[in-house]
């Protein structure tokens, strides 16, 4: 079992950054492939971005890429999402999950295994 707790969502203007943590219980974690997703009001989940065990690959959503960053820190248990450029179509619900297989269905939520709780972003224009 691994628990994940999002933290670092809040309220901030159009043009802005923010920077999300996703701190893990276990210090198994880098055995884990990481992913940020995300819901908006209304919506369904959707992909953001994933990191492999190691940090070596990641992978975007376009509606993200060159403005988002994800990293990790495995000696810290963490992965991080840099948010810069924040759009009013950012705002959403933010969530990490882990991934234990690391296979190729990153952008499929059924593909991890445990979730947080989810941290809220609002972006005002």
């Known amino acids: 079992q691994v628990q994940l707790v999002e933290s670092g969502g809040g309220l901030v203007q159009a043009g802005g950054s923010l920077r999300l943590s996703c701190a893990a219980s276990?210090?198994?974690?880098?055995?884990?492939?990481m992913g940020w997703f995300r819901q908006a009001p209304g919506k369904g989940r959707e992909f953001v971005a994933f990191?492999?065990?190691?940090?070596?690959?990641?992978y975007y959503a376009d509606s993200v890429k060159g403005r988002f960053t994800i990293s990790r820190d495995n000696a810290k248990n963490t992965v991080y999402l840099q948010m810069n450029s924040l759009k009013p179509d950012d705002t959403a619900i933010y969530y990490c999950?882990?991934?234990?297989?690391?296979?190729?269905?990153?952008?499929?939520?059924?593909?991890?295994?445990?979730w947080g709780q989810g941290t809220q972003v609002t972006v005002s224009s």
């Open positions: 990191i492999t065990r190691t940090g070596g690959v990641t």
């Open positions: 999950a882990a991934d234990r297989d690391g296979g190729s269905s990153y952008r499929n939520e059924n593909e991890y295994d445990y």
């Open positions: 276990r210090r198994t974690f880098s055995r884990y492939a």
